[in-house]
């Protein structure tokens, strides 16, 4: 008898990005199972980052069943952000049930979670920073995360209400970090998989009480707003989300693209923004092209909205001799002479 349908999902959502990772190691032009036999490179290692949820247990026993199969070395690290009390002994117990997994190495890091941008985003950066790390110190070619086709769906909907353009609705990518290092492979998988796979694996799991604590955006959102949604729209409204997720990503890659090759033909000869050619252009790919012309200018990203741009836009748009714009970052634009002149003031 095969094992559990919860169980396979999981295994084939980790064995797929395995062989993902398997394929970018292997030498260009190695076949498949060449490098592997002749032993020409030592086998990857691959971490998954654990915090002892359902979700990321589930992963961690995916990894640990698919890893040695593959040939992938395969290990875990826990983070204590050190934000209740207890949280080192239960990080401990989380590198206790990964060891049982077979993982190697398992390890918990402890952090210190600053202020910047509010409980949840100081809690990632501080989180982030320490898988980073972890994955350099141990020379790791993926890192894998636990986000799952639901938490997807609250970070669409979180975009959604930031009212900030397709990019913000493109919500969580398999791939990211620098050189690709962080996989989700579990984007396609609902929560209730995860957390079934762990039942009847018999893995115990510990359940965040930040989860469940309505402060939280997310946690408001997961216990109240997505199954208000769930209530009036239909069960469907979960994979809905997620795959408005993968389009809006295709749609925001294309428009980035789009926007980085019109760029060089709205610059005049001294490298000036031409507002009557930036005015042919569709308002999409115009608000990016400023958007970018702010960011090098020295606007943080982060600190630049929709409403900044707007603004800068109506120099192109609706010019009736406005003053100059402040934007964040003592970042200042103003139209002169036909030009957008955008600079650090
Ligand atoms: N303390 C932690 N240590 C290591 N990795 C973590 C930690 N917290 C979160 N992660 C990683 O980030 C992923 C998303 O975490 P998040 O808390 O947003 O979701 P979750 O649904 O609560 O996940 P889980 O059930 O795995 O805790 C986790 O699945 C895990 O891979």
Same mark, same amino acid.
């Given at each position: ?5 919860? %169980? ?7 064995? *797929? ?12 032009? =190695? ?14 290692? %691959? ?30 690290? !826990? ?47 501080? *989180? ?26 609250? !970070? ?55 989860? =469940? ?30 795959? !408005? ?47 970018? =012309? ?46 957008? %002149?955008?600079?650090?003031?």
């Amino acid at each position: 008898m095969g094992p559990h349908p919860a %169980v396979a999902a999981i295994r084939l959502a980790v064995r *797929r990005v395995l062989n993902d990772i398997l394929d970018e190691h292997r030498p260009s032009g =190695a076949e498949p199972d060449e490098n592997r036999t002749a032993e020409r490179l030592p086998s990857p290692l %691959v971490l998954v980052a654990c915090s002892g949820g359902a979700d990321s247990m589930a992963l961690a026993s995916a990894l640990a069943f698919e890893a040695p199969r593959l040939g992938v070395r395969a290990g875990g690290i !826990t983070v204590d952000h050190g934000l209740q009390p207890g949280s080192g002994l239960r990080a401990d117990e989380v590198v206790l049930r990964l060891r049982e997994l077979g993982l190697e190495p398992a390890e918990a890091v402890a952090v210190t979670v600053g202020r910047e941008g509010g409980p949840e985003a100081a809690a990632r950066d501080a *989180r982030y920073a320490a898988l980073d790390a972890a994955a350099e110190r141990h020379g790791a070619a993926a890192v894998l995360l636990g986000h799952t086709r639901d938490d997807q769906a609250e !970070t669409v909907l979180l975009g959604l209400a930031r009212g900030s353009g397709i990019r913000s609705l493109s919500g969580m990518a398999a791939v990211s970090g620098a050189g690709g290092r962080y996989r989700r492979p579990f984007l396609r998988i609902d929560r209730q998989t995860a957390r079934k796979a762990c039942m009847v694996q018999s893995l115990p799991v510990w359940d965040d009480p930040h989860n =469940a604590d309505p402060a939280y955006t997310r946690s408001r959102l997961r216990h109240e707003g997505l199954p208000a949604l769930e209530k009036a729209l239909g069960k469907g409204v979960v994979e809905a989300l997620a795959r !408005t997720a993968q389009l809006s990503r295709d749609d925001a890659d294309a428009l980035d693209t789009w926007a980085g090759q019109a760029e060089a033909s709205v610059r005049d000869d001294t490298g000036l923004l031409e507002c009557a050619k930036l005015n042919a252009l569709p308002p999409a790919v115009r608000r990016r092209i400023l958007r970018r =012309a702010a960011i090098e200018a020295g606007a943080p990203a982060g600190s630049l909205f929709a409403r900044h741009i707007e603004e800068v836009d109506r120099l192109i748009t609706g010019w009736r001799g406005q003053g100059a714009i402040n934007l964040p970052g003592r970042v200042v634009a103003q139209r002169q002479g036909g030009r957008l %002149v955008i600079r650090q003031g």
